[in-house]
């Protein structure tokens, strides 16, 4: 009787066993988290872990404001191995070197040749990585891929960071999805795209002329519509989650954003949760996909 007890206990066991490998076959969980500290025309900083090793993108707002809002999402700054940067403007690089010295010590900063040579990192004392568009480059656990953009800035990047057959990739501060950016961002599981304005928000702004012709420019930002458009360009089957990024406060609203992304969304018949960015409370890629029902399409 005891012996039967223990083969069935053994049976049972062996089918839980075949059970679990054959769910997490079906339903591999995500090994990356990306958490978008904040993102907007005033300051963007997001962070990329996968438990083991922990990278910044940009680091576009005070040391003390991002160590916060890592804490917040139960990240420990001084786990932050590196920082990756996409270009030299104040929104992307306003607190890189009081984190690197006071919350991050050892951290590394990467970026291209040119981004270092701006004069916004002349007192940087971190160390420095150059990375090139097209270049992987292996942080810790993680692949870290650069892609050029089209930008007003010295050598702006994106990127897209990879392990194990999971990939999340973000392209900011751009005026054309660039060929690059579609070939690196095409399969990635988490996207991040700008929606920086409403075309006609932006045309009957307060902004002056000039202001207006750079933001619209090719070395400007995407639109909304441009970033529908680069949505329909870059999903694939395994795109699971959209957020809106870098929105303008005075040229665009959270609804607008969202609103032309979702219903590209649904007409490409893409079952993925869009969810626009803010610039003053992080979003969690993990809990946005636990708490937000996929629009799907009929
Ligand atoms: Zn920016
Ligand atoms: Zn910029």
């Not at 009787?1 to 839980?16: A, L, Q, T, W």
């Not at 607190?95 to 010590?105: K, L, Q, S």
């Not at 971190?126 to 892609?147: C, K, P, Y």
């Not at 809990?287 to 799907?296: H, L």
Request: aromatic share 4%; hydrophobic share 40%.
């Amino acid at each position: 009787m005891g012996r039967e007890v223990k083969e069935d206990g053994c049976i049972s066991v062996f089918f839980h066993v075949l059970d679990e490998v054959y769910t997490a076959a079906m339903n591999p969980s995500p090994t990356l988290r990306i958490v978008f500290l904040g993102s907007g025309s005033s300051g963007n900083s997001a962070a990329i872990t996968d438990g083991e090793t922990t990278l910044l993108l940009d680091c576009g707002f005070s040391a003390r404001e991002i160590s916060k809002r890592l804490t917040g999402s139960g990240i420990s700054p001084e786990s932050v191995s590196a920082i990756l940067v996409t270009h030299e403007h104040s929104d992307h690089v306003r607190g890189i070197d009081v984190f690197t010295r006071r919350h991050a010590p050892g951290c590394v900063v990467v970026a291209t040749a040119g981004t270092l040579r701006a004069p916004e990192f002349a007192a940087l004392t971190a160390d420095r990585r150059e990375i090139r568009s097209g270049q992987t480059m292996r942080v810790g656990t993680l692949n870290v891929v650069a892609f050029r953009t089209s930008h007003d800035a010295v050598q702006p990047v994106g990127y897209r960071v990879d392990i194990d057959g999971d990939s999340v990739g973000v392209t900011t501060d751009t005026g054309v999805l660039t060929e690059e950016a579609a070939e690196a961002l095409s399969g990635v599981r988490v996207l991040g795209i700008e929606s920086n304005h409403d075309l006609h928000m932006l045309e009957r702004g307060p902004y002056p002329a000039f202001l207006k012709h750079r933001i619209r420019s090719a070395r400007g930002h995407l639109s909304n519509s441009d970033a529908a458009d680069a949505l329909e360009r870059l999903a694939t089957e395994r795109l699971e989650q959209v957020f809106a990024l870098h929105r303008s406060s005075t040229n665009n609203t959270a609804t607008l954003a969202g609103a032309l992304l979702r219903d590209r969304a649904q007409r490409l018949g893409l079952t993925v949760p869009v969810t626009v960015a803010s610039q003053t409370t992080a979003c969690d890629s993990c809990a946005t996909f636990m708490t937000e029902a996929p629009s799907r399409s009929t």
